[in-house]
Protein backbone atom coordinates (compact mmCIF):
# COMPACT_ATOMS: atom_id res chain seq x y z
CA UNK A 1 0.00 0.00 0.00
CA UNK A 2 1.25 3.22 -1.32
CA UNK A 3 2.40 6.02 1.50
CA UNK A 4 2.39 8.86 -1.15
CA UNK A 5 -0.59 11.55 -1.28
CA UNK A 6 -0.42 15.10 -3.32
CA UNK A 7 -0.88 18.17 -1.05
CA UNK A 8 -1.34 21.30 -1.20
CA UNK A 9 2.01 23.12 -1.93
CA UNK A 10 2.61 25.89 1.21
CA UNK A 11 5.21 28.86 0.58
CA UNK A 12 8.18 28.23 3.08
CA UNK A 13 10.75 30.23 4.00
CA UNK A 14 14.18 29.82 2.28
CA UNK A 15 17.47 30.15 3.21
CA UNK A 16 19.50 31.81 0.47
CA UNK A 17 22.06 29.55 -1.68
CA UNK A 18 24.06 31.70 -4.02
CA UNK A 19 26.93 31.17 -6.44
CA UNK A 20 29.12 33.63 -7.22
CA UNK A 21 31.42 32.49 -10.45
CA UNK A 22 34.38 34.41 -12.13
CA UNK A 23 37.83 34.47 -13.25
CA UNK A 24 40.78 35.74 -10.51
CA UNK A 25 40.38 39.23 -10.14
CA UNK A 26 36.93 39.39 -10.64
CA UNK A 27 36.21 40.63 -7.16
CA UNK A 28 34.59 37.30 -6.05
CA UNK A 29 36.08 37.84 -2.03
CA UNK A 30 34.32 41.66 -1.78
CA UNK A 31 31.68 41.04 -3.36
CA UNK A 32 30.67 38.05 -1.68
CA UNK A 33 31.10 39.98 1.60
CA UNK A 34 29.08 42.93 0.68
CA UNK A 35 26.15 40.28 -0.33
CA UNK A 36 26.27 39.10 2.69
CA UNK A 37 26.34 42.19 4.35
CA UNK A 38 23.04 42.78 2.87
CA UNK A 39 21.67 39.49 3.80
CA UNK A 40 22.10 40.35 7.49
CA UNK A 41 23.52 38.99 11.27
CA UNK A 42 26.50 37.25 11.38
CA UNK A 43 28.85 36.39 8.78
CA UNK A 44 31.33 34.02 8.52
CA UNK A 45 34.31 33.01 6.02
CA UNK A 46 35.49 29.79 4.98
CA UNK A 47 38.93 31.22 3.02
CA UNK A 48 41.09 28.84 0.67
CA UNK A 49 42.54 31.52 -0.79
CA UNK A 50 45.39 31.88 1.90
CA UNK A 51 43.13 33.74 4.14
CA UNK A 52 43.09 36.90 1.82
CA UNK A 53 39.23 37.58 2.95
CA UNK A 54 41.71 39.27 6.35
CA UNK A 55 42.42 41.67 3.99
CA UNK A 56 39.35 43.21 3.96
CA UNK A 57 38.51 43.04 7.77
CA UNK A 58 38.95 46.64 8.25
CA UNK A 59 35.76 47.14 6.02
CA UNK A 60 33.42 44.63 6.77
CA UNK A 61 32.57 42.91 10.11
CA UNK A 62 33.03 38.82 10.08
CA UNK A 63 34.43 35.56 11.31
CA UNK A 64 36.92 34.07 10.05
CA UNK A 65 38.12 30.62 9.34
CA UNK A 66 41.49 29.91 7.11
CA UNK A 67 41.91 26.12 5.53
CA UNK A 68 44.93 25.00 3.23
CA UNK A 69 43.51 21.93 2.51
CA UNK A 70 40.51 20.93 -0.31
CA UNK A 71 39.70 18.06 1.61
CA UNK A 72 35.96 17.51 1.75
CA UNK A 73 35.58 16.69 5.02
CA UNK A 74 37.41 19.55 6.25
CA UNK A 75 34.54 21.80 4.59
CA UNK A 76 31.56 19.92 5.87
CA UNK A 77 33.31 19.85 9.59
CA UNK A 78 33.53 23.58 8.80
CA UNK A 79 29.49 23.95 8.34
CA UNK A 80 28.52 21.56 11.30
CA UNK A 81 30.91 24.62 13.73
CA UNK A 82 29.24 27.30 11.48
CA UNK A 83 26.05 26.31 12.60
CA UNK A 84 27.17 25.61 16.24
CA UNK A 85 28.17 29.08 16.56
CA UNK A 86 25.04 30.47 14.51
CA UNK A 87 26.31 32.20 11.78
CA UNK A 88 23.52 33.95 9.81
CA UNK A 89 26.12 33.97 6.84
CA UNK A 90 28.77 31.58 5.25
CA UNK A 91 31.07 32.27 2.77
CA UNK A 92 32.79 29.34 0.89
CA UNK A 93 35.67 31.02 -0.79
CA UNK A 94 36.24 29.31 -2.85
CA UNK A 95 34.70 26.05 -3.43
CA UNK A 96 36.94 25.59 -6.27
CA UNK A 97 39.99 24.19 -3.87
CA UNK A 98 37.40 21.15 -2.83
CA UNK A 99 37.16 20.23 -6.67
CA UNK A 100 40.78 20.73 -8.11
CA UNK A 101 42.74 21.84 -5.02
CA UNK A 102 45.42 20.05 -3.07
CA UNK A 103 43.34 17.26 -1.12
CA UNK A 104 40.67 17.96 -2.83
CA UNK A 105 37.97 15.30 -4.72
CA UNK A 106 40.00 15.27 -7.79
CA UNK A 107 43.21 14.25 -6.02
CA UNK A 108 41.57 12.13 -4.13
CA UNK A 109 40.52 10.59 -7.23
CA UNK A 110 43.74 10.77 -8.82
CA UNK A 111 45.34 9.20 -5.38
CA UNK A 112 43.06 6.07 -5.70
CA UNK A 113 43.26 5.16 -9.73
CA UNK A 114 47.31 4.79 -8.94
CA UNK A 115 47.26 3.27 -5.49
CA UNK A 116 44.34 0.96 -5.55
CA UNK A 117 42.45 0.63 -8.33
CA UNK A 118 45.64 0.07 -11.12
CA UNK A 119 44.89 3.01 -13.65
CA UNK A 120 40.93 2.14 -13.46
CA UNK A 121 39.60 5.61 -13.13
CA UNK A 122 36.18 4.94 -13.27
CA UNK A 123 36.43 2.73 -10.25
CA UNK A 124 37.45 5.64 -8.47
CA UNK A 125 35.49 7.60 -8.93
CA UNK A 126 32.46 5.38 -7.82
CA UNK A 127 34.44 5.60 -4.27
CA UNK A 128 34.07 9.24 -4.19
CA UNK A 129 31.00 9.90 -5.20
CA UNK A 130 29.52 9.33 -1.94
CA UNK A 131 31.64 11.98 -0.42
CA UNK A 132 31.08 14.36 -3.09
CA UNK A 133 27.71 13.84 -2.17
CA UNK A 134 27.56 14.11 1.51
CA UNK A 135 29.65 17.52 1.29
CA UNK A 136 26.21 18.75 -0.97
CA UNK A 137 24.10 17.64 1.23
CA UNK A 138 25.76 19.20 3.59
CA UNK A 139 26.59 23.02 1.83
CA UNK A 140 22.51 22.69 1.31
CA UNK A 141 21.43 22.25 4.42
CA UNK A 142 23.18 24.77 6.29
CA UNK A 143 21.05 26.35 8.39
CA UNK A 144 22.05 29.97 7.43
CA UNK A 145 22.86 32.12 4.43
CA UNK A 146 25.19 30.31 2.02
CA UNK A 147 27.41 32.11 -0.48
CA UNK A 148 29.92 30.27 -2.22
CA UNK A 149 32.26 31.52 -4.78
CA UNK A 150 33.70 29.68 -8.33
CA UNK A 151 36.28 30.36 -10.08
CA UNK A 152 36.33 30.14 -13.69
CA UNK A 153 38.90 29.23 -16.52
CA UNK A 154 38.95 29.62 -20.52
CA UNK A 155 36.49 26.79 -21.80
CA UNK A 156 37.92 25.13 -25.10
CA UNK A 157 35.98 22.45 -27.24
CA UNK A 158 36.83 20.95 -30.13
CA UNK A 159 34.63 21.93 -33.45
CA UNK A 160 34.53 21.11 -36.88
CA UNK A 161 35.77 24.33 -38.47
CA UNK A 162 34.42 22.85 -41.84
CA UNK A 163 35.89 21.48 -45.27
CA UNK A 164 36.67 18.04 -42.81
CA UNK A 165 39.19 20.23 -40.49
CA UNK A 166 38.80 20.21 -36.52
CA UNK A 167 39.55 22.59 -34.55
CA UNK A 168 40.03 23.69 -30.89
CA UNK A 169 38.17 26.96 -30.02
CA UNK A 170 37.83 29.11 -26.83
CA UNK A 171 34.06 28.53 -26.00
CA UNK A 172 33.66 31.27 -23.21
CA UNK A 173 34.10 29.87 -19.28
CA UNK A 174 33.65 27.40 -16.96
CA UNK A 175 33.40 27.55 -13.16
CA UNK A 176 36.40 25.00 -11.72
CA UNK A 177 33.78 22.62 -10.70
CA UNK A 178 31.85 19.75 -11.16
CA UNK A 179 29.18 20.80 -14.71
CA UNK A 180 25.77 21.55 -12.54
CA UNK A 181 27.16 22.95 -9.72
CA UNK A 182 24.87 25.08 -9.29
CA UNK A 183 21.46 22.76 -10.35
CA UNK A 184 20.19 22.91 -6.58
CA UNK A 185 21.77 26.64 -5.28
CA UNK A 186 18.71 29.35 -6.15
CA UNK A 187 21.03 31.81 -7.80
CA UNK A 188 23.84 32.60 -10.06
CA UNK A 189 25.96 35.44 -10.12
CA UNK A 190 28.85 35.67 -13.30
CA UNK A 191 31.48 38.50 -12.45
CA UNK A 192 33.76 40.11 -15.49
CA UNK A 193 36.82 41.77 -14.87
CA UNK A 194 34.61 45.00 -14.88
CA UNK A 195 33.22 43.87 -11.32
CA UNK A 196 29.95 43.38 -13.13
CA UNK A 197 28.06 40.92 -12.44
CA UNK A 198 25.22 38.97 -15.23
CA UNK A 199 22.44 36.93 -13.85
CA UNK A 200 23.11 33.29 -15.38
CA UNK A 201 20.33 31.25 -12.90
CA UNK A 202 17.73 32.60 -10.37
CA UNK A 203 14.84 31.51 -8.39
CA UNK A 204 14.20 35.05 -7.35
CA UNK A 205 11.31 36.54 -9.56
CA UNK A 206 12.94 39.96 -8.37
CA UNK A 207 16.04 39.56 -10.13
CA UNK A 208 15.90 37.39 -13.33
CA UNK A 209 18.16 35.56 -15.47
CA UNK A 210 20.18 37.97 -18.10
CA UNK A 211 20.30 41.08 -15.44
CA UNK A 212 23.18 42.58 -15.33
CA UNK A 213 24.19 44.15 -12.22
CA UNK A 214 26.54 47.00 -11.84
CA UNK A 215 28.93 46.20 -8.67
CA UNK A 216 26.71 43.87 -6.85
CA UNK A 217 26.51 44.26 -3.12
CA UNK A 218 24.16 45.18 -0.24
CA UNK A 219 21.18 45.89 -2.08
CA UNK A 220 21.44 42.64 -3.82
CA UNK A 221 22.05 40.48 -1.20
CA UNK A 222 18.64 41.70 0.48
CA UNK A 223 17.02 41.54 -2.37
CA UNK A 224 17.10 38.13 -2.44
CA UNK A 225 17.29 37.21 0.89
CA UNK A 226 14.16 39.14 1.76
CA UNK A 227 12.25 36.94 -1.16
CA UNK A 228 13.41 33.97 -0.21
CA UNK A 229 12.83 34.26 2.88
CA UNK A 230 8.72 35.28 2.30
CA UNK A 231 7.13 32.29 3.57
CA UNK A 232 6.06 29.75 6.71
CA UNK A 233 9.35 28.83 8.90
CA UNK A 234 10.65 25.75 8.68
CA UNK A 235 12.98 23.87 11.49
CA UNK A 236 16.30 24.96 12.30
CA UNK A 237 18.67 21.79 12.13
CA UNK A 238 20.56 22.95 15.57
CA UNK A 239 17.07 23.15 17.49
CA UNK A 240 16.16 19.61 15.77
CA UNK A 241 19.75 18.17 17.05
CA UNK A 242 19.27 19.69 20.49
CA UNK A 243 15.81 18.32 20.97
CA UNK A 244 17.24 14.68 19.68
CA UNK A 245 19.86 15.15 22.50
CA UNK A 246 17.20 15.49 25.54
CA UNK A 247 17.41 12.21 27.60
CA UNK A 248 13.77 12.89 27.65
CA UNK A 249 12.83 12.03 24.03
CA UNK A 250 11.50 8.71 24.26
CA UNK A 251 11.52 6.64 20.66
CA UNK A 252 7.81 7.65 19.54
CA UNK A 253 9.04 11.51 19.74
CA UNK A 254 12.33 10.84 18.23
CA UNK A 255 10.52 9.03 15.37
CA UNK A 256 8.29 12.02 14.84
CA UNK A 257 11.61 14.40 14.86
CA UNK A 258 13.43 12.46 12.16
CA UNK A 259 9.94 13.07 10.10
CA UNK A 260 10.25 16.58 10.76
CA UNK A 261 13.79 16.97 10.01
CA UNK A 262 13.10 14.58 6.47
CA UNK A 263 10.23 17.17 5.84
CA UNK A 264 12.47 19.99 6.21
CA UNK A 265 14.98 18.37 4.01
CA UNK A 266 17.41 18.45 6.77
CA UNK A 267 18.36 14.83 7.31
CA UNK A 268 21.65 14.96 5.78
CA UNK A 269 22.95 18.42 7.65
CA UNK A 270 25.85 18.14 9.36
CA UNK A 271 25.86 19.04 12.74
CA UNK A 272 28.32 18.06 16.06
CA UNK A 273 26.74 15.72 18.50
CA UNK A 274 27.35 15.42 22.14
CA UNK A 275 31.17 14.41 21.95
CA UNK A 276 31.29 17.48 19.31
CA UNK A 277 31.82 14.95 16.41
CA UNK A 278 30.23 15.73 13.04
CA UNK A 279 27.33 13.42 12.18
CA UNK A 280 24.36 13.92 10.16
CA UNK A 281 21.37 14.57 11.90
CA UNK A 282 19.27 11.88 10.77
CA UNK A 283 21.78 9.56 11.74
CA UNK A 284 21.88 11.02 15.20
CA UNK A 285 18.00 11.01 15.37
CA UNK A 286 17.98 7.30 14.53
CA UNK A 287 20.89 6.77 17.38
CA UNK A 288 19.11 8.46 19.79
CA UNK A 289 16.03 6.59 18.86
CA UNK A 290 17.55 3.51 19.20
CA UNK A 291 19.33 4.72 22.83
CA UNK A 292 15.61 5.52 23.95
CA UNK A 293 14.52 1.99 23.15
CA UNK A 294 16.99 -0.01 24.68
CA UNK A 295 16.50 2.52 28.11
CA UNK A 296 12.45 1.72 27.30
CA UNK A 297 11.81 5.50 28.21
CA UNK A 298 8.63 6.72 28.71
CA UNK A 299 6.66 9.68 28.17
CA UNK A 300 5.47 11.98 30.70
CA UNK A 301 1.58 11.41 31.27
CA UNK A 302 -0.13 14.31 31.33
CA UNK A 303 -3.25 14.76 33.20
CA UNK A 304 -5.96 12.42 30.80
CA UNK A 305 -8.35 15.48 30.90
CA UNK A 306 -8.51 19.16 32.09
CA UNK A 307 -9.45 19.47 35.47
CA UNK A 308 -12.45 21.45 35.99
CA UNK A 309 -12.61 24.73 38.23
CA UNK A 310 -13.78 23.67 41.78
CA UNK A 311 -17.05 25.06 41.40
CA UNK A 312 -17.86 22.78 39.10
CA UNK A 313 -16.02 19.63 40.31
CA UNK A 314 -18.48 17.49 41.77
CA UNK A 315 -18.13 15.07 43.75
CA UNK A 316 -14.78 14.00 43.15
CA UNK A 317 -12.48 12.80 46.30
CA UNK A 318 -8.95 14.73 46.65
CA UNK A 319 -6.16 13.01 45.07
CA UNK A 320 -4.39 10.90 47.33
CA UNK A 321 -1.17 11.99 49.21
CA UNK A 322 0.95 8.65 49.32
CA UNK A 323 0.67 6.47 46.79
CA UNK A 324 3.65 3.91 45.51
CA UNK A 325 5.45 5.10 42.25
CA UNK A 326 4.11 2.07 39.95
CA UNK A 327 0.79 3.08 41.06
CA UNK A 328 1.12 6.82 40.68
CA UNK A 329 -0.29 7.03 37.36
CA UNK A 330 -3.20 4.67 38.07
CA UNK A 331 -4.23 7.29 40.73
CA UNK A 332 -3.62 10.04 38.35
CA UNK A 333 -5.98 8.96 35.98
CA UNK A 334 -8.94 7.42 38.52
CA UNK A 335 -8.58 11.08 40.31
CA UNK A 336 -8.60 13.08 36.61
CA UNK A 337 -12.01 10.89 36.00
CA UNK A 338 -13.56 11.47 39.68
CA UNK A 339 -13.38 14.96 39.35
CA UNK A 340 -14.66 15.52 35.71
CA UNK A 341 -18.00 17.40 35.94
CA UNK A 342 -19.76 20.81 34.17
CA UNK A 343 -21.26 20.74 30.90
CA UNK A 344 -17.84 19.87 29.09
CA UNK A 345 -18.23 16.26 31.24
CA UNK A 346 -19.29 13.91 28.17
CA UNK A 347 -16.79 15.16 26.06
CA UNK A 348 -13.93 15.17 28.65
CA UNK A 349 -15.09 11.93 29.59
CA UNK A 350 -14.66 10.71 25.64
CA UNK A 351 -11.08 12.30 25.44
CA UNK A 352 -10.61 10.01 28.97
CA UNK A 353 -11.57 6.75 27.03
CA UNK A 354 -9.53 7.71 24.15
CA UNK A 355 -6.40 8.03 25.62
CA UNK A 356 -6.72 5.34 28.02
CA UNK A 357 -7.41 3.06 24.85
CA UNK A 358 -4.36 4.37 23.21
CA UNK A 359 -2.29 3.66 26.19
CA UNK A 360 -3.51 0.28 26.51
CA UNK A 361 -2.68 0.02 22.68
CA UNK A 362 1.07 1.16 23.47
CA UNK A 363 0.97 -1.11 26.20
CA UNK A 364 2.10 1.18 29.09
CA UNK A 365 -0.85 0.26 30.82
CA UNK A 366 -1.45 -3.33 31.99
CA UNK A 367 -4.68 -5.15 31.49
CA UNK A 368 -5.74 -5.23 35.01
CA UNK A 369 -5.14 -1.81 35.62
CA UNK A 370 -6.78 -0.64 32.13
CA UNK A 371 -9.59 -2.72 33.15
CA UNK A 372 -9.82 -1.16 36.77
CA UNK A 373 -9.98 2.44 35.25
CA UNK A 374 -12.66 1.59 32.79
CA UNK A 375 -15.34 0.85 35.12
CA UNK A 376 -14.28 3.92 37.37
CA UNK A 377 -14.95 5.88 33.64
CA UNK A 378 -18.21 4.30 32.81
CA UNK A 379 -19.17 4.69 36.64
CA UNK A 380 -18.35 8.18 36.22
CA UNK A 381 -20.70 7.91 33.42
CA UNK A 382 -23.72 6.61 34.94
CA UNK A 383 -23.38 9.22 37.96
CA UNK A 384 -23.77 12.50 35.56
CA UNK A 385 -26.55 9.88 33.91
CA UNK A 386 -24.30 10.36 30.64
CA UNK A 387 -24.74 7.88 28.30
CA UNK A 388 -22.13 4.62 28.07
CA UNK A 389 -19.24 4.64 25.88
CA UNK A 390 -19.03 2.09 22.80
CA UNK A 391 -19.05 -1.71 24.36
CA UNK A 392 -15.15 -2.91 25.36
CA UNK A 393 -15.21 -6.78 25.41
CA UNK A 394 -11.30 -6.61 26.21
CA UNK A 395 -12.25 -4.32 29.69
CA UNK A 396 -15.17 -6.42 30.84
CA UNK A 397 -13.18 -9.71 30.27
CA UNK A 398 -10.52 -8.59 32.93
Known amino acids: MSNLAFEAPVRVAFKSRVVIQGPSGSGLTWTSLRMARGMGGTVGVVDTNRGSAALYAEHFDFVHLPMNSGNPELLIEALAVAAEQRIDTLIVDSATMYWSGRGGLIAQVDHLTLNKYNGNNNKAWGETRGLEQKLFDALLSFPGHLIVTLRTRADYQLQDLGEGRMGVVKYGTKPEQRDNFDADFHFTLSLDMAHAGTVTKSRVLDVPVGAVVEEPGEDLGNVI ?36 AAKANLLRAAVLNEHREVEALGALIVREGEQAKKENRRAARPAAAPAQPAAEAQDGPPMPDNVLDDKLFVAQWAHAIAVIGGEDAEQDLHTVETNLRQEKADGTVSQNDYAHLYRLLEQRRASLDLPYGQPNTTAGAA
Do not use: K
Open 225 to 260: AEWLGNGDPVPDAIDIRDQALDPAMTDDDLRELHRL
